[in-house]
């Protein structure tokens, strides 16, 4: 042990029993309030010399009782709250939430929304999933490059986007029984152009990144999640895919209408983070294949079913469950409706998928450099807004 | 999948003593669960997670529900598990299980020693509702700070008193400040101070 240097206390060093200098782990706390955690995350990290020998995920800096505010108003009030859960995606939180309360109250959404409701989500998972490679790119030391590129192409959809519901990130655009406001020829012309130009830009951006030295040196073989710890930590989306678990809840559950498109689950075999960059390039390729399928097959008709009334909107008691293909994984909502009440939920629960995703975090890091523990994490894909609620 | 009631005859043939009930949800839902009593359902879980039949290898969702005592029955914390398969791509099987409201006897067995997936979960269910999972690794408060005391999602949570904070208040949030007392800036300590002495 290393003495003190005082006037008293000549400064020593007390030798181990093989002989050599005693050392000792040390605890390091990564966060709240460092930019590599994408929020207030905090991860408290054992360290022998720089290898990380445990680490405890720590959360809830950004803790506001979302569930309990729910349960407080009505049935409609917590759909703007939706949005900032997962604010990058709002558009899929809106549907998870719509799906869920439809699922309840046995409402048929018509065709057109349907279409509408898929085309959204699918840009935003194109917007996630670029965005996410900047972030990793970000992570490994590619200052700013990389983020702009996503960011230029991410412009173009938030333009979309605000163009139909008025607001950039926090859309608030699903209704139960369809979607707020139709969309115009001209929004679908707009669709059209940016899944048109989209391969392009992953052409480029791969060019840039797949088989990128440095990309290959600090991702391959880093931060391995095998299949079977996948499936039982419940992981799912992109990071299970990566480890090779074929399982999509748009081709498990065929929500919505995606029974109707041709699309393939793409699968990686090692599970390592390089895998989970190829998964959402590849991902992406298959989002652009619904679009346009979508895009082509559109039906003209009503955006939201003319029945349900959202005005003094009640749901039968009873309980239920729904889920999506959220970009980060599985997005579910459990509710909960009252006998002689439902006209608020009296349970709403959020089934977060980055939060579930942070469970094996420390079984990526252990026995990797701490430098290795920023790029897990980014592979891992979280949102504080929906790990805290 | 199986209907619910071969379920419920299968599970409660393997695990003998088992009390196992079905519950329905809403008609257009169509997610019956099978209540398990506390004793059996650890035993119930792992039978549906082995059995070839079944297959449960993913627990997608755990919540906790609290209903409060009524007049006809006791109230209840109820702890929902939403189980998937992706082995045999089915699902869902809820599963639930119900313990008192008494801090005391609010305890479960807990689920996370046959799925990873519980372990987070069940850290949120205990704290924000105080159930006691036995057999978790690691049962810590999650979202809330570790001096929190109370469980915030439990329906009769009173939240602490809170007056809007003034940098000087006066007149009714003073009022409010003196009667329910609380953590105040020094300048509001100060005003108390004169007030009391009027």
Redesign the interface.
Known sequence: MIQPLTDEKPYTLTPGSDGLIETQTLEVSIGPQHPSTHGVFRMDCVLDGETVVALKPV??YL?R?H??LAEKMVWLGSMPYTDRLDYFNSMTNNWAYALAVE????IKVPERAEYIRVIMSELTRLLNHTCVIGFMLQDLGAWGTPLLYAFREREKILDLFEAVSGSRMMCNYMRFGGVRVNLTDQDLVVAKDIVSRYPGFLDEFEKLLTSNEVLLARTQRVGILPKE?A??????GPVARASG?E?DVRK?DKYGVYGRFDFRVPVGDIGDVYDRYYIRVLEMRESLKILQQALRDIPQGPHIAPEVKLRNFK???????G?IEAPKG?L?F?L??EEGGGKQP??Y?V?PPS??N???LEDMCLGHKVADVVIVLGSIDIVLGEV?? | MEAIEKIKDLAAQTVSGAKIEIINSTPAAQQPALLVDREHIYAVAKFLKEDLRFQMDFCSCVTGVDYLPKADKPGCIEIVYHLYSVAQRQGPLVLKVRAPRELEQCHVPSLTPLWRGCEFQEREAYDLYGVKFDGHPDLRRILMWDEFTDYPMRKDYVPPADYEWEPTPHDDTLQRAVDEGGIMPPTAREELAKAKKK
Do not use: C, W
């Not at chain 1, 699922?103 to 046995?106: H, P, S």
């Not at chain 1, 499936?231 to 799912?236: K, Q």
């Open positions: 959360m809830g803790h009782n569930e309990q699922k309840l109250a046995g710890l499936i039982n930590a419940s992981i799912s678990v399982y498990v749901v039968p008691p009873g309980d239920g469950y889920r599985e579910g459990y909960v409706s009296y349970r629960h089934r939060f579930v942070l469970t094996t805290d609620r």
